[in-house]
């Protein structure tokens, strides 16, 4: 198992955690990588993707979870631009494009790039050699609903899933995408929307209510549903399932 994020230390205690619940059958490898430098990104993917798949590496199966992601800027979609010239908003939200849309959509093609031919090149006899490749996006709601004042963060969530939703669709032999909503969880993203000045009203209201209620999702169990889909691996490849859905 490899384990990308910017913070060595949340990275090694995910680490400590799969492997100990992996009780033995699982080895992980972190790496500290900023995903929004789309200038270090290919460079650095490509080492993680060549010391995972080596010469005389051999997998039955792959799994890709991209999880990595922002809000960007919040606010009514037409304060994400400015002419003051000190503070024109561009470099935040290229920061969130680059990380939530080209980054992984780049990241997504990759790793399905190292593990499969393109689809017109696999003939039937080689299909038992190759490994079974599955991409997950990790999804949202916004990806389909047009939340007021999370503009930017719905934008790159809508292109991210179709992005997905071509690869799910183009790539036939050995692989199949999904993308995956999680829910309302209980993160410092949504932390972040419980306490945000900018946000919609009704939202922060539906943010407040919903942590007052118990309403958030643990990430442990919204990882649990995820490994169920996985394994079941019943879902149409390119499709957007939502914890609720399941
Ligand atoms: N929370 C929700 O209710 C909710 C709902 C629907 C979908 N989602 C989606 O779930 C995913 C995870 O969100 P979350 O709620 O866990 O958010 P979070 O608490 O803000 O965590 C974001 C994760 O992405 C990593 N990350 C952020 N920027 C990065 C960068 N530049 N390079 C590498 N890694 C980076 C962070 O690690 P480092 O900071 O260490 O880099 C962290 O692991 C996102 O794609 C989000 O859109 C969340």
């Known amino acids: 198992?490899?384990?990308?994020?910017?913070?060595?230390?949340?990275?090694?205690e995910a680490a400590r955690m799969a492997e100990e619940r992996g009780c033995g059958a699982v080895?992980?490898?972190?790496?500290?990588?900023?995903?929004?430098?789309?200038?270090?990104?290919?460079?650095?993917?490509?080492?993680?993707?060549?010391?995972?798949?080596g010469a005389d590496a051999r997998y039955d199966s792959c799994l890709l979870v991209n999880n990595a992601g922002s809000l960007g800027p919040v606010g009514l979609a037409p304060s994400?631009?400015?002419?003051?010239?000190?503070?024109?908003n561009m470099q935040e939200l290229r920061r969130a494009v680059?990380?939530?849309?080209?980054?992984?959509?780049?990241?997504?093609?990759?790793?399905t790039n190292t593990f499969l031919p393109s689809s017109s090149k696999i003939c039937a006899s080689m299909t038992a050699q190759l490994p079974l490749v599955r991409v997950i996006n990790i999804?949202?709601?916004c990806a389909l609903v047009?939340?007021?004042?999370?503009?930017?963060y719905c934008a790159t969530k809508a292109g991210r899933d179709m992005f997905h939703g071509v690869l799910g669709k183009e790539q036939k032999q050995n692989f199949k995408a999904l993308n995956y909503a999680?829910?309302?969880?209980?993160?410092?993203?949504?932390?972040?929307?419980?306490?945000?000045?900018?946000?919609d009203n009704e939202l922060h209201e539906y943010y407040v209510t919903s942590k007052g209620e118990d309403k958030w999702i643990q990430p442990e169990e919204t990882a649990k549903k995820l490994v169920r889909i996985i394994t079941m691996d019943e879902y149409e490849s390119g499709s957007h399932v939502d914890y609720w859905d399941v």
């Open 98 to 111: 680059d990380l939530n849309f080209t980054s992984s959509i780049w990241i997504s093609a990759a790793f």
């Open 139 to 141: 999804s949202s709601l």
């Open 1 to 12: 198992m490899v384990l990308i994020s910017r913070s060595g230390g949340p990275l090694r």
């Open 27 to 53: 080895t992980t490898r972190c790496h500290e990588m900023d995903l929004s430098d789309l200038d270090a990104v290919p460079d650095e993917f490509r080492s993680v993707l060549e010391s995972s798949s």
């Open 182 to 199: 999680p829910g309302l969880c209980d993160t410092q993203m949504s932390q972040y929307l419980a306490n945000c000045s900018v946000l």
């Open 80 to 88: 994400i631009s400015s002419f003051d010239e000190m503070n024109n």
């Open 146 to 152: 047009p939340f007021p004042t999370m503009s930017i």
